[in-house]
Antibody
């Protein structure tokens, strides 16, 4: 059974930093690209970032480019999201999501499994 | 503002069918057969219901079906059941520069 479990500090001040983690199990982690998708309170879904299965390629939404860094440790089956220069508009539930292929292009960009999400609040 | 346009709400009686639309452009929905649909119950994570426009993951009832015409994709739920009441989001591949875009979501009410 595929399981994705997110964790990370929940409250941070504007301009601060935060690192989210996502522990994966139930599948061969290194064989699949992984993504972060967020959802602001009462709002819709927004794709944030993706990393290939081999960790040699990444991509970001324009709204977080230059501030967020996605990474993964395939030896630990764990996905990360380093979030710097946080803004109030980054407040959201952050979901870790599995992509159906090793590389994220075309059919590989959908999300076939999701974690339960972790709420990040950026506020003073 | 979301890249894809969905109606904010839809409704149908138990046993009936309802169709939710998802309007995009030739740069996303119309340009690729990589539309997916997600179901989200309140306080829960999204769940993949349809991928590559028409395909259903294992375990998803065949009451859920997808289609596409031009720049508009659609999700049809037949034989509505109480547990189908949820938010539904469409998403499309949008090319290498914009990877994945979402609709604003549709709240489906089962009467």
């Amino acid at each position: 059974e595929v399981q994705l479990v997110e964790s990370g500090k929940n409250l941070v001040q504007p301009g601060g930093s935060l690192r989210l983690s996502c522990a994966a199990s139930g599948f061969t982690f290194s064989s699949y690209a992984m993504s972060w998708v967020r959802q602001a309170p009462g709002k819709g879904l927004e794709w944030v970032s993706v990393i290939s299965g081999s960790a040699d390629s990444t991509d970001y939404a324009d709204s977080v480019k230059g501030r967020f860094t996605i990474s993964r440790d395939n030896s630990k089956n764990t996905l990360y999201l380093q979030m710097n220069s946080l803004r109030a508009e980054d407040t959201a539930v952050y979901y870790c999501a599995k992509n159906p292929k090793a590389f994220y292009s075309g059919s590989g960009t959908s999300f076939d499994y999701w974690g339960q999400g972790t709420l990040v609040t950026v506020s003073s | 503002q979301s890249a894809l346009t969905q109606p904010p709400s839809a409704s149908g009686s138990r046993g009936q069918s309802v169709t939710i639309s998802c309007s995009g452009t030739s740069s996303d929905v119309g340009g690729y057969n990589y539309v997916s649909w997600y179901q989200q119950h309140p306080g829960k994570a999204p769940k993949l219901m349809i991928y590559e426009v028409i395909k259903r993951p294992s375990g998803v009832p065949d009451r859920f079906s997808g289609s596409k015409s031009g720049n508009t994709a659609s999700l049809t739920v037949s034989g509505l059941q109480a547990e189908d009441e949820a938010d539904y989001y469409c998403s499309s591949y949008a090319g290498s520069n914009n990877l994945r875009v979402f609709g604003g979501g549709t709240k489906l009410t089962v009467l």
